[in-house]
T-cell receptor
Framework: DVKVTQSSRYLVKRTGEKVFLECVQD?????MFWYRQDPGLGLRLIYF???????EKGDIPEGYSVSREKKERFSLILESASTNQTSMYLC?????????????FGPGTRLTVT | AQKVTQAQTEISVVEKEDVTLDCVYE???????LFWYKQPPSGELVFLIR??????QNEISGRYSWNFQKSTSSFNFTITASQVVDSAVYFC????????????FGEGTQLTVNP
């Protein structure tokens, strides 16, 4: 079974702090994704990566950056957290890159910025 | 641009009823893929099915079945004899040759199965 893990289920941070959300997958997937999920807005793609050290902007990259130094790990960074970044963050991975495979999701991190 | 519409925001049924969740999609791609995911209260999205645009056969897996109709751009999901454990948010998603591995999600349908 594919396993995607996220470093925290719940996180509380203060405005202006630098926040790191970590995601690890154990199935040697090429693709990794970060989404945020908000009531009424569904899932929105923040960033994704097709390979180590490669990244692509999703639909809402502003205020975020990512890092992928190893194939199994994809980090989401909030350089200076703001209250409007309070959300559920979901990481996913999939096989790739030439065929569209299903994405497997982690349990999510519920981030609160105060 | 791709779009997925799940018109039913919330559905409430009584246990053992059958329920169908609707999904309508828009794409200009010839080759595309459709997906269904389940998100229980725990929060983790669980993959249920992937279907490609060239395979219009209906799929059945236990109490779950999917009806794919290209003529109406729909990929509906039916749960037969619903159970309380089926209570969750269900998402339909789409990807195509122009979007690669990126998924476009619908807004989701909250299904509540009451005992």
């Amino acid at each position: 079974d594919v396993k995607v893990t996220q470093s925290s289920r719940y996180l509380v941070k203060r405005t202006g702090e630098k926040v790191f959300l970590e995601c690890v997958q154990d199935m040697d997937h090429e693709n990794m994704f970060w989404y945020r999920q908000d009531p009424g807005l569904g899932l929105r793609l923040i960033y994704f990566s097709y390979d180590v050290k490669m990244k692509e902007k999703g639909d809402i990259p502003e205020g975020y950056s990512v890092s992928r130094e190893k194939k199994e790990r994809f980090s989401l960074i909030l350089e200076s957290a703001s209250t409007n970044q309070t959300s559920m963050y979901l990481c996913a991975s999939s096989l790739g890159p030439t065929t569209t495979y299903e994405q497997y999701f982690g349990p999510g991190t519920r981030l609160t910025v105060t | 641009a791709q779009k997925v519409t799940q018109a039913q925001t919330e559905i409430s049924v009584v246990e053992k009823e059958d329920v169908t969740l609707d999904c309508v999609y828009e794409t200009r791609d010839t080759t595309y893929y459709l997906f269904w995911y389940k998100q229980p209260p725990s929060g983790e999205l669980v993959f249920l099915i992937r279907r490609n645009s060239f395979d219009e056969q209906n799929e059945i897996s236990g109490r779950y079945s999917w009806n794919f109709q290209k003529s109406t751009s729909s990929f509906n999901f039916t749960i037969t004899a619903s159970q309380v454990v089926d209570s969750a948010v269900y998402f339909c998603a789409l990807s195509g040759e122009t979007s690669g591995s990126r998924l476009t999600f619908g807004e989701g349908t909250q299904l509540t199965v009451n005992p």
